[in-house]
DNA sequence: GCTAGCTATATCGTTATCTGATATATCCAA
DNA sequence: TTGGATATATCAGATAACGATATAGCTAGC
């Protein structure tokens, strides 16, 4: 289990990588990050829904309605080329961090 | 300039590992934080002391005041060996988050 | 045709967190 | 004696986080 704050920085990035494999919608992003996370990151609508909807208000995704065969309507989330350009700036953004930590904790953190 | 999450999560961890260096008190942590980034990082003292005060109450470090002949006294935090292990935690987690992260992005994460 | 459970999105209201502004005080130089 | 650097500390308004709750479609079993 990762920290508070570690998840809470953590919940943008990892929502636009995701996004990259394709367009999902909210329901099956929880599902997919608990997979790939093999259960260490498990998300809730209520912090997913608010992140999505700020992410389309401000031109990072875009979502259009579909309709499902067994359930209510899914709203498919697709990256914007903006999108992609957020993205590759929180990794950026996370490569200037790693590098200032491994400055400070030494070269042992390369070596995951 | 990191974004405001990625701050909130770095504060206690890179807190810690100023600290591994030897004692410090709160000024001194601030410039020397912002000179071993490049001016990157910026703790404000409504930021620090907050957090110094929470890590002795959990016991992560101790404090004492020391005169100074320049100023006014300073309050030197020290590390505690609980502290140790606390940093070794957080140096776990953050090993753990890149993993995942590096599993998510591909391997030129990596070569920061 | 009822109900239980899964699917699916969404928001509310309380709690927690953040941080700019402010207070207090020492020392030194102009 | 005024201003700036040093030094710690807290408050109060703003922001953010999230468990609980609402709504609703679909399917299976009875």
Redesign the interface.
């Known amino acids: 289990m990762?920290?508070k704050?570690?998840v809470?920085?953590?919940?943008?990035?990892?929502m636009l990588?995701?996004l990259r494999e394709g367009d999902m919608y909210g329901y099956q992003i929880i599902q997919r990050i608990k997979a790939?996370?093999d259960g260490?990151?498990v998300w809730t609508a209520s912090k997913l829904y608010p992140l999505l909807h700020k992410l389309e208000a401000t031109g990072v995704v875009t979502a259009v309605w579909q309709p499902s065969k067994n359930g209510p309507d899914r709203k498919y989330y697709r990256l914007t080329p903006k999108g992609r350009q957020a993205l590759q700036q929180h990794?950026r953004?996370?490569?200037?961090?790693?590098?200032?930590?491994?400055?400070?904790?030494g070269p042992d953190?390369?070596a995951?």
Chains 1, 2 share one sequence.
């Open positions: 990762f920290s704050p570690l809470a920085a953590s919940l943008e990035p990892l990588s995701l790939l996370s260490q990151i990794q953004e996370w490569s200037d961090y790693h590098a200032l930590l491994a400055k400070l904790w953190l390369s995951t």
